[in-house]
């Protein structure tokens, strides 16, 4: 059974960069479309970003331009670069791993804010 863990959340200015990693055990991560969600507070959970296992990806209009969606099958990772981030930016972000079976990650927090 694939199992997700996501790191890199945290503190940032807006206007700043974070990358977020999402890294895999236990399956073949490559077979796996990923994408990253994010929920902020009082809202429903939302699509980010996509990636398919043959790297198609997919962007939410709110993020087009400023974040890209990648993985790397050697290190069994997804990543989102998030650039030029924004107060609205601000959510739990979640990496999500589907084949089959949907996958979740634990979440890992963002908040742009001075």
């Known amino acids: 059974q694939l199992q997700v863990v996501e790191f890199g959340g945290g503190l940032v200015q807006p206007g700043g960069s974070l990358r977020l990693s999402c890294v895999a055990s236990?399956?073949?991560?490559?077979?796996?479309?990923v994408s990253w969600y994010r929920q902020a507070p009082g809202k429903q959970r939302e699509l980010v970003a996509s990636v398919t296992s043959g790297g198609i990806t997919n962007y939410a209009d709110s993020v087009k331009g400023r974040f890209t969606i990648s993985r790397d099958s050697a290190k069994n990772a997804a990543y989102l670069q998030m650039n030029s981030l924004k107060f609205e930016d601000t959510a739990v972000y979640y990496c999500n791993a589907v084949r089959f079976v949907s996958i979740w990650g634990q979440g890992t927090q963002v908040t742009v804010s001075f």
């Open positions: 236990g399956s073949i991560f490559n077979e796996y479309n």
